[in-house]
């Protein structure tokens, strides 16, 4: 079946490093990929997606490149911020699953000053 | 903002009760689906409903039940209710594509502890 594979966490940064957090997925075809993010409290909220091969998503700063030959998709950030600080999924979704959302454990993120 | 409304935000509920949590989606948006969140962990999927139908299901027993209505907005039921039911309940809703592949968007969920 389906599953994704995040990289444990916690990770602590200072500001202005970079950020990488990896992602692997297992699929029977063609998924689409999604990083979501969920801030202390909230519900998720989409970052960024990409849905085929080489396709790369960004938002807010924020890079993934969609790795059929490596099955990746690892979240990037060449300077992170304070504001960044929250918990990160990456998530599957595929026709032969209804499109239903496969989330990663999450991996969370602490951004100090 | 989603605009994707949930409620209630918490909710206390005893072993064996029954509960009811409700999810409002975008206007337009035929698809909705049920995620169980527990503490520390990603999401899992409950089910999907597409024009008030359901048309998916993860592995969660019939207990856990849904409805969706013509107003764009849906029930999540949970029967006799056990504590590892405590968890954070998400709705998500999304958009109808010629494709069936449609980014899905988050309400803030519901919290429900079960003592």
């Known amino acids: ?113 | 903002e989603t605009g994707v409304t949930q409620s209630p935000t918490h909710l206390i509920k005893t072993r064996g009760q029954q509960v009811t949590l409700r999810c409002s989606s975008q206007s337009g948006h035929n698809t909705v689906s049920w995620y169980q969140q527990a503490l520390g962990q990603g999401p899992q999927f409950i089910f999907q409903y597409y024009r008030e139908e359901e048309n998916g299901r993860g592995n969660f027993p019939p207990r856990f039940s849904g409805l969706q209505f013509p107003n764009y907005s849906s029930e999540l039921n949970v029967n006799a209710l056990e504590l590892d039911d405590s968890a954070l309940y998400l709705c998500a809703s999304s958009p109808d594509s010629p494709s069936g592949q449609e980014t899905q968007y988050f309400g803030p969920g519901t919290r429900l502890l079960v003592l």
């Open chain 1, 1 to 113: 079946g389906n599953s994704v594979t995040q990289m444990e966490g916690p990770v602590t940064l200072s500001e202005e490093a970079f950020l990488t957090i990896n992602c692997t997925y297992t699929a029977t075809g063609y998924p689409s990929l999604f990083w979501y993010v969920q801030y202390p409290g909230e519900g998720l909220q989409l970052l960024l997606k990409a849905t085929k091969a080489d396709d790369k998503g960004s938002n807010k700063g924020f890079e993934a490149t969609y790795r059929k030959e490596t099955t990746s998709f690892h979240l990037e950030k060449g300077s992170v911020q304070v504001s960044d600080s929250a918990v990160y999924f990456c998530a599957l979704s595929e026709g032969n699953s209804g499109y239903a959302l496969n989330f990663g454990k999450g991996t969370s993120l602490l951004v100090t000053p």
